[in-house]
T-cell receptor
Framework: ELKVEQNPLFLSMQEGKNYTIYCNYS?????LYWYRQDPGKSLESLFV?????AVKQEGRLMASLDTKARLSTLHITAAVHDLSATYFC?????????????FGQGTTLQVKP | EAQVTQNPRYLITVTGKKLTVTCSQN?????MSWYRQDPGLGLRQIYY???????DKGDVPEGYKVSRKEKRNFPLILESPSPNQTSLYFC????????????????FGSGTRLTVV
């Protein structure tokens, strides 16, 4: 059974600091996704990582994928208050296909001024 | 605009009264799915569909029904809602095909907050 685990689950940080969220998954998968969710809102796609060594950056967020270690990271650079949200990683549960996303528990990020 | 549309956004109903939450996508995606989100339990898949007339159970299908008669629509049916189905529901769609050489992954609807009393 595919499991996806994130850590930390809660992160409180000061503006301007850097931090990393980790996402481990238990079996082989060729697609990993990062989403952002604001309270009561939908999931906003941040990154789609498709291959080993993939690195993508958007603003202060950078995501990477190591399929051999079954690990993805979401790095936050010089955090600002607007980044406060819950971040989910998710993995396709069906290799070579889409349709079943398995989510991590989510990391709630609180950026303090 | 490419989107997944869910209706209604909010719904309060009574135990046992059948209801349907609609989901429609305009991207010609072959895959559609339903998730529920609960505090402490995260996001869990209810049902998914790989194409018209092809559906399968997710992790928490009990108490739900779905149908996929048209490619764009994937309604979620609660035949006899119970309070434990109070949750935030999301519909999502995706395609394994590349669009202009790029894989876009999943698009989520805005969500339906359902309360069963």
């Amino acid at each position: 059974e595919l499991k996806v685990e994130q850590n930390p689950l809660f992160l409180s940080m000061q503006e301007g600091k850097n931090y990393t969220i980790y996402c481990n998954y238990s079996t082989t998968s060729d697609r990993l996704y990062w989403y952002r969710q604001d309270p009561g809102k939908s999931l906003e796609s941040l990154f789609v990582l498709l291959s080993n060594g993939a690195v993508k950056q958007e603003g202060r967020l950078m995501a990477s994928l190591d399929t051999k270690a079954r690990l993805s990271t979401l790095h936050i650079t010089a955090a600002v208050h607007d980044l406060s949200a819950t971040y989910f990683c998710a993995v396709d549960g069906r290799s070579g296909n889409t349709g079943k996303l398995i989510f991590g528990q989510g990391t709630t990020l609180q950026v303090k001024p | 605009e490419a989107q997944v549309t869910q209706n209604p956004r909010y719904l309060i109903t009574v135990t046992g009264k059948k209801l349907t939450v609609t989901c429609s996508q305009n991207m010609n995606h072959e895959y559609m799915s339903w998730y529920r989100q609960d505090p402490g339990l995260g996001l869990r898949q209810i049902y998914y569909s790989m194409n018209v007339e092809v559906t399968d159970k997710g992790d928490v299908p009990e108490g739900y029904k779905v149908s996929r008669k048209e490619k764009r629509n994937f309604p979620l049916i609660l035949e006899s809602p119970s309070p434990n189905q109070t949750s935030l529901y999301f519909c999502a769609s995706s395609s394994r095909l590349l669009v202009q050489g790029r894989f876009y992954g999943y698009t989520f609807g805005s969500g339906t907050r359902l309360t069963v009393v």
